[in-house]
């Protein structure tokens, strides 16, 4: 079985959204030993502003963890998961398409 080009870069692309996600999160928690969340960007100040390129990067971990938390704990809807999951995989599929661009500019 083939796949074609653009399937497989779409694949490739989400990947390494959510692996880049995944690793700038837990980076973040083990150097601040501090949970990344949405919640860093209510603090205001230069701290709100510095942690945005880290939120928009790393919110499809983020996602992903508070869903299987709220599933497990809060006994959230199948439903919500399944929506909060293609969410996440749509917005780590954006990241991943971004890295893969800076990385094909840096190497050109």
């Not at 499809?60 to 938390?69: D, H, S």
């Not at 439903?79 to 996440?88: C, E, G």
Request: hydrophobic share 55%.
């Amino acid at each position: 079985m083939l796949v074609d080009p653009p399937t497989l870069e779409a694949f490739q692309a989400l990947a390494l959204g959510l692996a880049a996600a995944g690793v700038l999160a837990t980076g973040f928690e083990a150097m601040t030993e501090r949970r990344a969340s949405f919640t860093l960007l209510e603090t205001g100040g230069p701290g709100a502003v510095a942690s945005v390129p880290l939120i928009v990067f790393s919110a499809p971990f983020i996602i992903l963890r508070n869903t299987v938390r709220g599933r497990r704990f809060e006994r959230r809807r199948v439903s919500f998961v399944a929506l909060a999951t293609v969410i996440a995989c749509l917005w780590g599929l954006a990241c991943g398409r971004v890295l893969m661009e800076l990385v094909a500019l840096l190497t050109a």
